[in-house]
């Protein structure tokens, strides 16, 4: 109705197909370019880009790994491809340096979970499972603080007790108390790529196109080295 000329959309719950179909599918057909940031939904086409959320989650452990640690869980989200894909580069780096896969160590949750993800009783879950584990890779910032807030209740350090990477290089990253290492998001930058990417769309050329952009590493407080 208000005669859009394109799309930028940012995708949730990535990892499943989307059930409005139909009504992207009417913008498709109208000509109107479609442009996905971060993830793509699997069952509707168009363009993208997003960041190698691949190479983000290897970077991440790779990290983990030269600071000593082989024994690394992890808390992904379920329903995103981000948190597929980061688990994917966490599971390539461990199989890499030959460190053992404790998937049990490695918990997924959905976006409903979040509110109650470290409530008591999920608390002690997580901890079960991280029993044996000195390093963790979190699915983001914000899950991050999540759980070094968890610790902090329950007196375990953070580096010492758990050494935590994550995701994102949010304001909530910069400003923990042990400021968090973490995967730069790439933020103003994919903005203007996202940009120029959809008037090249709105010139009809090309029809179709796919961007990754390549992650960093941002070493702070919160991992350190073991022996």
Known sequence: ANNIAGLIVEPTK??????????????????VPILYIHAAYPNIPGSSLVEDDIEAGYLATKHLVELGHRRIGGLFKNDDLQGHGRYAGMIKCLREYECPIDEEAIVWFGTEDMKRLFNDHHAEELLGAWRDVTGLVCYNDQIAMGVMSMAKTRQLRIPG????VSFDNSNLAQNAEAGLTTIAHPKELLGRKAADMILTLLQKKPQLIQEVMRP????????????
Do not use: M, T
């Open 161 to 164: 007790d758990y050494s935590l």
């Open 14 to 31: 990535s990892a499943y197909p989307n059930h409005n179909k139909d009504l992207f599918q009417k913008f498709i057909d109208r000509g």
């Open 216 to 227: 960093e590493l941002i070493v702070r407080d919160s991992a350190q080295a073991i022996d």
